[in-house]
């Protein structure tokens, strides 16, 4: 074994291979590695799914206080940007969207129903009047200011959907 050899060797650490996968933009730092449908970065440790923007998180700032959760102030899930990434509890992350848009508890009642008639998938079963009045929802936060980004997130889609939604005519 030659030392110098050996010292020379360039270290590859956690957090190299971590930032590796990110593309810097001027507003956001985008995660290019897997992600999930509703948008955020994953990366599998030990057979476990753990997000991205929470290893962004730990990474730089430290370790997650139990029962947190790290936010974005950009709405966009697959940025892992340190700068725009804050911590809060689930509550304060719903008073946040409340004062971004007045969000609608309606639309929560909504989406369970949905969530149990369609069992995840697209509502492929479900009457007109439900594709009519989920249509209607997703405008109605649109106009609130919410971003597709967001309203993707509420409805746990890709925003790829909500433009689909928006312009399709149920059948
Ligand atoms: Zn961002």
Sequence with gaps: MDIIEEMQRPITTVEDRFWSRVKKTSKC???????????????SIKGKNIR??????????????????VCHTCDNPSCVKPDHLWIGTH????????KKGGYLIETSDFIRNLKIMTKGGRPKQVN??????????MVKL?????SRTQVAFIFSVHPAQVTRVLVESPK
């Design 142 to 146: 649109l106009q609130e200011g919410f």
């Design 52 to 69: 991205a923007h929470r290893i962004a998180y730990e990474l730089t700032k430290g370790k997650i206080p139990q029962g947190y959760g």
């Design 128 to 137: 007109k009047v439900l594709i009519e009045k989920r249509k209607e929802i």
């Design 91 to 98: 509550k304060e992350n719903m008073e946040d969207r409340n």
């Design 29 to 43: 730092w985008e995660w290019q590695g897997t992600k999930l449908k509703t948008g955020y970065g994953v990366v």
